[in-house]
């Protein structure tokens, strides 16, 4: 038990720390309050609920980088227990002949648990310092093309150091201290670690022991309160703000969903983000909860490619940012630094396909992706500044309403079939309406699928329509352009379009994933509600209803399908495309970056209307070569554009696979019926 001096002396140190959390929590609270909009906290249970089930699963961290992970849950779940072991620890202290549970069989059980969790702590650490220190793992660093703010690579460093540290000092003095109460208790079977290293004072005397005690519990609990006012300046902020960040970020239908702005008020003065504070709170607080892991970059298809996007780069200069003016911004002074000069480059902006591996993969709850479309904003709406080849494509969905810029007819696909299809005012009782989409209507590759489609559901004997000339571009490239303006009134028009034609009451079949997401997941937002459904998710229905029938043949073509972003990691459509597939007689064989880990084709996030920014590859040219690598004859996919992308690149390699859709494969099967 503690003296009344040392009682005396750890109130002041705890009163001392307790006031100096207080004020550097505050100024970490006021700093995310300056962004835009709030956090999300109207479900206070559920949100609580999400919250601590992400602390205690760790955010989906096992999925990548298994071994790294499991180290990380033993730091994770021994430092979390360390919050009933510190309590306990202080009451042995201030109570005399105190002992938590007594020599009962709990108390044998809590014992155990701390010895065993405490090696676990030490030894994560300990692999976690090797790891960035002796091994240095490339994984744990970005290019030298990639913005970085000047004081992270250093601080980094300082800051890992200090924390890891901390955690050996803490939990490494705990250790130590309960060694030598066994050893004054002659040995504790609950705690076989403990006890193992307890005959390293055999032979001291019990008044040495107690002195030693004294020693490694002070370091052990005040080493936490020296330590907890720094909290919100170091990485270890995010034990606490991942979990406040899964719980509080906006809930959205889908994972890319973006929110709309507001044109009609005229108090708004910026839109999109040029500086830290523009952005919403929520990705503010994202820069306290980032683990700088690098996972993000790892699934970042522009830096597996050379280009100078880093997800992680983005994030960590936002935090070293924060870090060196956090006074002033808790203060309420201007934010006067642009993301553009410290955080992130002109080139890396522009690089980003929007493909939302960035979000899907942190363990934390991050959202990098909407950081960068929200610059995009700033870039096209504020500043006029954005890649000269993006032009062509705004004009032509604002006055010919597709970003071709065709003035064709929008049936002009159809001319080919054999059979009509009706338009809406030929057939208004139709039962489901296809959205053709821009690409099937002008693309010559699209068209194809475009027919396929039709094919596939005149042969299920679906009663189905089209719009014609009355469709128009959803808007998908606009936004993530950044051209929120355009988007917002080519949505609108859409909307009413659909609700004239008594969509609110059908259903709608696209032949496009970006369609397929924004109208079904973005127009909610502007009053549209449909249900919308994409071919492959509907191609499946009708086979598995026996209105379609599949002749699959006898040999079995080997078949490897890429997940199109917006299709399954956005909106988590995996299973149906592949079912398809399997009844037209295709023998799949998976890539390794397949469904939520697939890697993009390098078409989204408008990058399918420009030049694709300089890099070691096209990020086209990544994905063929492991489609290739299958050694499959047909390369699937459900997207116009993966279609356009893959299909490009397969050329440039020669011709090695067949490109198809889903519908493609599927139409072939039932012209062989």
């Not at 000047?150 to 060694?179: E, M």
Request: charged share 20%; aromatic share 10%.
């Amino acid at each position: 038990m503690l003296t009344l001096v040392e009682k005396v002396l750890f109130i002041l140190l705890v009163a001392g720390s307790l006031y100096l959390t207080y004020v550097t929590f505050g100024r970490m609270i006021r700093i995310i309050r300056r962004g835009q909009g709030q956090l999300r906290l109207n479900q206070l249970i559920r949100q609580a609920t999400t919250g601590l089930e992400t602390f205690f699963t760790q955010g989906r961290l096992i999925r990548h980088r298994p071994l790294t992970s499991l180290f990380h849950y033993a730091v994770a779940w021994g430092f979390t227990y360390y919050f009933l072991i510190n309590a306990v620890d202080t009451l042995e202290g201030f109570i005399p002949n105190f002992r938590f549970l007594g020599q009962t069989a709990l108390g044998d059980v809590y014992r155990f648990l701390g010895d065993l969790l405490t090696v676990g702590v030490l030894v994560g650490v300990v692999y976690l310092l090797a790891r960035r220190f002796v091994a240095r793992d490339p994984a744990l660093r970005t290019r030298d093309n990639v913005t970085l703010h000047p004081k992270a690579p250093a601080g980094i460093r300082q800051d890992s150091l200090i924390v890891g540290g901390f955690i050996l000092l803490h939990v490494g003095s705990r250790f130590l201290g309960q060694t030598t109460q066994v050893a004054l208790e002659g040995g504790d079977p609950a705690q076989p670690f403990a006890n193992l290293v307890a005959s390293v004072w055999q032979g001291m005397p019990p008044v040495t022991l107690e002195v030693t005690w004294h020693l490694f519990w002070w370091l052990a609990l005040g080493s936490i309160f020296l330590f907890l006012p720094y909290f919100p300046y170091t990485k270890h902020a995010h034990l606490f703000m991942g979990p406040i960040n899964f719980a509080t970020r906006p809930e959205r239908l889908a994972l890319g969903a973006l929110e709309p702005l507001n044109f009609e008020d005229d108090s708004i003065e910026q839109f999109g983000a040029a500086r830290l504070t523009d952005l919403h709170d929520t990705h503010i607080l994202d820069a306290f909860a980032c683990i700088m892991c690098y996972r993000c970059q790892d699934a970042c298809p522009a830096y597996a490619t050379g280009k100078e996007l880093s997800p992680a780069a983005l994030e960590i200069s936002k935090r070293y940012y924060i870090r060196e003016n956090m006074a002033a911004l808790a203060a309420g002074a201007e934010d006067t630094g642009r993301l553009l000069e410290y955080a992130i480059s002109e080139s890396a902006v522009w690089a980003c396909t929007a493909c939302g591996a960035c979000v899907e993969v942190c363990p934390v709850g991050n959202e990098p992706m909407f950081d960068i479309l929200d610059i995009r904003r700033n870039q096209v709406l504020m500043e006029s500044d954005f890649p000269a080849e993006l032009k062509g494509a705004f004009t032509g969905m604002e006055r010919q309403g597709n970003p071709w810029g065709m003035t064709d007819d929008r049936l002009a696909w159809t001319r080919p079939l054999d059979f009509p299809v009706p338009t809406v005012e030929q057939n208004p009782n139709f039962d489901v309406l296809y959205w053709v989409g821009c690409a099937g209507a002008f693309d010559p590759g699209a068209q194809a699928t475009a027919r396929a489609i039709a094919t596939v559901l005149h042969h299920a004997g679906v009663n189905f329509a089209v719009l014609g000339n009355d469709e128009t571009c959803t808007g998908d490239s606009a936004r993530r352009a950044g051209n929120e303006y355009l988007f917002n009134e080519l949505a609108q028009a859409n909307v009413e379009t659909l609700q004239n034609a008594g969509l609110d009451k059908k259903k709608m079949v696209t032949g496009c994933p970006h369609c397929f997401h924004t109208i079904g997941k973005e127009y909610p937002a502007l009053g549209g509600h449909f249900q919308v459904m994409h071919h492959t998710q509907l191609i499946a229905d009708l086979v598995g209803k026996g209105r379609l029938h599949l002749k699959n043949g006898n040999v079995l073509e080997k078949t490897t399908f890429h997940d199109p972003c917006y299709l399954g990691r956005h909106n988590g459509v995996y299973e149906d495309p592949r079912d398809a597939l399997a009844q037209a007689g295709m023998l799949l064989l998976e890539m390794d970056r397949s469904r939520s880990n697939s890697f993009c084709c390098g078409a989204g996030g408008a990058q399918m209307w420009k030049e694709e920014e300089h890099g070691r590859q096209p990020v086209s040219a990544n994905r063929y070569d492991e489609a290739a690598a299958t050694g499959a004859a047909v390369l699937a996919t459900g997207c116009p554009f993966c279609a356009r992308m893959l299909g490009d690149a397969n050329s440039q390699a020669g011709q090695k696979m067949q490109v198809k859709d889903v519908a493609q494969v599927v139409a072939e099967a039932i012209e062989l019926h």
